[in-house]
């Protein structure tokens, strides 16, 4: 069986943050799609498949709950993870995101660990 490489969308409308992000999955070996807004990501979602999503939280057209929730009702298996200068927001996040990080806690490795055993798991479901 051929394997593919995972494809990775992350949404971000800070384009810094959201070109940091990107290279960071592609040299650890990831298909990345970026999208500067959340409506972006949501049509970048739609149109290609995708294996994980990684988001911020805090973005001017809407936050990233509220992708989180548009990408779940178009396919709930998709690990969802956001990031945010906030802790979790448990009451709103509760089976919306698979994992929330907080900017800045965690090394970049650290992220990298954790996507992959969200996308091992995906593939036992």
Known sequence: ME???????????EQTA?????????????RVLGAKS???GIKAFKSEPVDAVLLDYWMADMNGLQVA?????????VPI?????YGELLDE???IADLWIRKGEEEPQDLLNRLEQLLKGKQTR
């Not at 593919?4 to 969308?9: E, K, Q, S």
């Not at 993870?81 to 200068?85: C, E, K, Q, V, Y």
């Open 3 to 13: 394997s593919r490489t995972a494809t990775i969308l992350c949404i971000d409308d």
């Open 18 to 30: 959201l070109q940091l992000r990107q290279h960071l999955l592609e040299s650890a070996g990831y």
């Open 38 to 40: 959340g409506a972006l």
């Open 69 to 77: 929730r548009e990408i779940r009702k178009l396919n709930p298996s």
């Open 81 to 85: 993870i956001i990031l945010s200068a």
């Open 93 to 95: 996040s509760l089976g």
